[in-house]
Antibody
Framework: EGQLVESGGGVARPGASLRLSCVASGFRFDEYGMSWVRQVPGKGLEWVSG????????TYADSVRGRFTISRDNAKSSLYLQMHSVRAEDTALYHCVREDYLSYDAFDIWGQGTMVTVSS | EVVLTQSPGTLSLSPGDRATLSCRAS???????FAWYQHKAGQAPRLLIYGASSRATGIPDRFSGGGSGTDFTLTISRLEPEDFAVYYC??????????FGGGTKVEIK
């Protein structure tokens, strides 16, 4: 079964930049769309950004559009989230997720997440 | 923009009880792109139901989903100890919006 492992989280000052990474294993990474979903501790889930299988179609939540950029390297089975101008409200656990075309693109594999804390 | 509202916020039940969770959309959605997830503290969320009523791989048949249009339900026929968790509904498959509901916590009574 597939696995996703995120890294790159940490503590950042407001206005700083951060790059999250996600490495996939156990499945053909280049066949699937991927997304980032975040969760503020004690709160609900929020979809952040999605990218189709070849990186040609990226989508963003209104809350991050213009500040975050999603990308992928299929040769490395890796997904990235470049975060610029981070804000306190970006503090959350960021999960990398797979969109399964066999289940109409539902999010069938989730990583454990990497924590981002934005604080001065 | 579709807003998903889950009710109740918390459900207090005992093992063996039947649980019925509701998710209402602010406008009609395509049930093909409707899902339910289970989330336990310290774990990654898990896909339970996709296409409104299809169980994901490995999900026990005590979990069932139904509904269409604006009203969807997740039913757990008999609660097992491992089912106490937070459940989220989601509408996906659109290019720019992938909303989740606010979640229903199923707790032990």
């Amino acid at each position: 079964e597939g696995q996703l492992v995120e890294s790159g989280g940490g503590v950042a000052r407001p206005g700083a930049s951060l790059r999250l990474s996600c490495v996939a294993s156990g499945f053909r990474f280049d066949e699937y769309g991927m997304s980032w979903v975040r969760q503020v501790p004690g709160k609900g889930l929020e979809w952040v950004s999605g990218l189709n299988w070849n990186g040609g179609d990226a989508t963003y939540a209104d809350s991050v559009r213009g500040r975050f950029t999603i990308s992928r390297d299929n040769a490395k089975s890796s997904l990235y989230l470049q975060m610029h101008s981070v804000r306190a409200e970006d503090t959350a656990l960021y999960h990398c997720v797979r969109e399964d075309y066999l289940s109409y693109d539902a999010f069938d594999i989730w990583g454990q997440g990497t924590m981002v804390t934005v604080s001065s | 923009e579709v807003v998903l509202t889950q009710s109740p916020g918390t459900l207090s039940l005992s093992p063996g009880d039947r649980a019925t969770l509701s998710c209402r959309a602010s406008q009609s959605v395509n049930s093909r792109y409707f899902a339910w997830y289970q989330h336990k503290a310290g774990q990654a969320p898990r896909l339970l139901i996709y296409g409104a009523s299809s169980r994901a791989t490995g999900i026990p048949d005590r979990f069932s989903g139904g509904g269409s249009g604006t009203d969807f339900t997740l039913t757990i026929s008999r609660l097992e100890p491992e089912d106490f968790a937070v459940y989220y509904c989601q509408q996906y498959g659109t290019s720019t919006r992938v909303p989740f509901g606010g979640g229903t916590k199923v707790e032990i009574k």
